[in-house]
């Protein structure tokens, strides 16, 4: 399995009905932090770990995101036509030119484990990335899917990001069960979807990040429907775990959980108050906040 890691799969089929009525017509993963949509973040950290290949899995109304990375020819004539120069190199500079996108429909929302399924035809017999856009990850500088290329060119095994939760939160996430090998390396011994906080067999969490080898795309294609009546990675990643080794890394970096609101509100302030043009002025405004709720 000692390949490069070159293409990414983005499940952006999703209805997002946590943000409904943003979402209605709008697909979550174009809800923008500051000045950039969540798709974008996730693009970036791939392109900077390596990643050539983009493969968005999209459903009917996710039409926005195809546009987003597409070339926008009457906006960048406007944009040179104003003079406006930086904002049409940042217009022209969404993703690198050595960077390919490819689209694949989802036709029915039967869960993670068939959208990373519907990508099968462009994996080919490689390993891959998987990446949540709504969980946002600030690596602080070295993102978290780069960290993981180098933890799998070393270890050469599957590899998942985890982060410890509040027990009582075990039943929203992949939880998993493990046997410590180095710092923030961990050798998975088990993984189960959502259990109740008394059968969770511990506190780590699996995040929106994954690198896998191509082995589970056959294993997906026969595992039966499971939490949700859905097909979930996470029981092919358990089926996988039977005949070869997969490891759970605890990330370095700070999490958002951009699919729910709160998180999205966190995220969105702490990205603005680093924000290069903004953030000065938005910290004063949040201190006047402060200060007029007393």
């Known amino acids: 399995m000692k390949t490069k890691v070159r293409k990414a799969i983005f499940p952006v089929a999703g209805m997002g009905t946590r943000f409904l009525p943003a979402t209605k017509a709008n697909p979550k993963e174009m809800l923008p932090i500051v000045d950039k949509p969540l798709i974008q973040y996730a693009a970036e950290e791939a392109v900077a770990a390596g990643i050539e290949e983009l493969i968005f899995v999209t459903g009917r109304t996710k039409r926005a995101i195809l546009d987003h990375f597409d070339k926008a020819y009457e906006l960048e004539a406007e944009l040179e036509k104003s003079n406006k120069t930086k904002m049409l190199e940042v217009v022209r500079n969404i993703l690198p030119s050595h960077v390919a996108c490819i689209y694949i429909r989802q036709a029915e929302p039967l869960g993670l484990g068939h959208a990373v399924l519907c990508a099968r035809p462009a994996i080919g017999n490689e390993p891959f990335a998987v990446i949540l856009a709504d969980d946002l990850i600030d690596g602080g500088g070295r993102g978290c899917l780069a960290q993981m290329v180098e933890k799998f060119a070393h270890y050469n095994s599957g590899i998942i990001a985890v982060q410890p939760i509040p027990i009582e939160h075990s039943d929203r996430y992949g939880i998993v069960q493990i046997k410590a090998i180095d710092e923030r390396i961990s050798k998975i011994q088990s993984i189960v979807e959502k259990p109740a906080p008394q059968d969770a067999p511990s506190n780590l969490a699996v995040v929106g990040r994954y690198i896998l080898p191509n082995e589970i795309m056959g294993i997906l294609e ?67 906040k402060v200060r007029a709720l007393g």
């Open 222 to 288: 026969r595992t039966e429907r499971g939490a949700g009546a859905e097909i979930q990675l996470t029981d092919a990643i358990a089926t996988l775990l039977e005949t070869q080794q997969v490891l759970a890394y605890e990330f370095e970096g700070v999490r958002y959980d951009c699919g729910a609101k709160i998180g999205y509100l966190e995220a969105t302030i702490d990205y603005a108050l680093k924000h290069p043009e903004l953030g000065n002025e938005f910290a004063e405004l949040l201190k006047g």
